[in-house]
């Protein structure tokens, strides 16, 4: 069992930084590819960005890339998304989630645990 809770949301003007934390509990974050999804209000909830289970390899959605940034620290038992340039349209609650497959997990599916959410808004 893993458990997944996600800091460093809050309110930041359009051109600000955020960095998010997901810290997961147990022994076995390292067996796990991680990735963040995110919702805003009366939408879906999309992949964001994934990272491979040693951090090697990684994936973005096209309207991130080149201002977010996902890592992780297996030895901290945690992940990142450094997200840089927001944009109001950024605003939305981000899930960090656990897959035991990389390639599923950068098309959303067969996801093992999804952490709580936080909330970024990005206002104008």
């Known amino acids: 069992q893993v458990q997944l809770v996600e800091s460093g949301g809050g309110l930041v003007q359009a051109g600000g930084s955020l960095r998010l934390s997901c810290a997961a509990s147990?022994?076995?974050?390292?067996?796990?590819?991680m990735g963040w999804f995110r919702q805003a209000p009366g939408k879906e909830r999309n992949i964001v960005a994934a990272i491979t289970l040693s951090g090697g390899g990684t994936d973005y959605v096209d309207s991130v890339k080149g201002r977010f940034t996902i890592s992780r620290d297996n030895a901290k038992n945690t992940m990142y998304l450094q997200m840089n340039s927001l944009k109001p349209e950024d605003t939305a609650v981000y899930y960090c989630a656990a897959s035991g497959s990389f390639a599923s997990l950068r098309v959303g599916t067969n996801i093992r645990y999804w952490g709580k959410g936080t909330l970024v808004t990005v206002s104008s």
């Open positions: 147990g022994r076995t974050f390292s067996s796990y590819a």
